[in-house]
């Protein structure tokens, strides 16, 4: 047990560079420490307001609807189908990544929601109420979780789909998705840009701390069984 511990915590830390998650890691402290006055940030009164602005045909319905999917009672059957769906393909690993990432990046959002104590954007209470709000705004849940939700699947695809054209369609719209999700929080005024933000830095790096450790997990029960066969 030991050995396959120590195997794991060297693959975990050299198995490629860790450029990307000091990148997010370092944005995600950089608003985090600006979200924790609890004042909104000098651009997110305009760019908010700026994106509440827009008038275009179904907008609305179509973000409420991106918004509405991303609540708890509906977001957590969905994942814990999918992760059931790829146990059951055979993708027993990826599975694992994605139940692991969501449930804990779950975890950790109402952790720092807790800790950040953010207030959120002036609504009427029953605006409130209508949308399922009842905690803090920084970092938004919703942006949080379909960074690791839509990511993953993003990778997945970038990874295994072979046509070029397929891959980046199937990739393109997981993006969009994330994008549209963030869009949806602050068109309803219940985030401030920066807690989508925020929640996409940390739910990126959520993402790719767990997808590492996926990866070390594997190369270390492979490197165990070659040694158990010698």
Do not use: N
């Amino acid at each position: 047990m030991a050995e396959a511990a120590l195997r794991w915590l060297r693959g975990f830390l050299r198995a490629r560079s860790w450029g990307p998650e000091l990148a997010f890691l370092a944005l995600a402290l950089v608003l985090s420490a600006a979200a924790l006055p609890g004042e909104p940030l000098p651009l997110d009164v305009p760019l908010g307001a700026a994106i509440q602005a827009w008038q275009f045909p179904l907008l609305e319905p179509a973000l409420w609807a991106i918004s509405e999917v991303g609540r708890f009672r509906i977001a957590a059957p969905v994942t814990a189908g999918v992760v059931i769906a790829l146990a059951a393909a055979g993708w027993r690993w990826q599975a694992l990544t994605l139940g692991a990432a969501a449930l804990t990046g779950q975890g950790l959002s109402h952790l720092l929601k807790a800790v950040i104590a953010r207030p959120r954007p002036e609504l009427a209470a029953d605006q409130f109420a209508a949308l399922g709000v009842d905690s803090h705004a920084f970092p938004s849940g919703h942006a949080l979780s379909s960074a690791i939700f839509y990511g993953f699947f993003a990778a997945l695809l970038w990874q295994r789909v072979q046509r070029p054209w397929l891959r980046r369609l199937g990739a393109g719209v997981m993006l969009t998705m994330i994008v549209l999700v963030g869009i949806s929080r602050v068109y309803l005024g219940v985030h401030w840009p920066s807690d989508v933000a925020g929640g996409y830095a940390i739910g990126i790096l959520w993402l790719l701390l767990w997808t590492r450790a996926q990866r070390a997990w594997a190369a270390a029960g492979r490197d165990g069984g070659a040694e158990a066969r010698a």
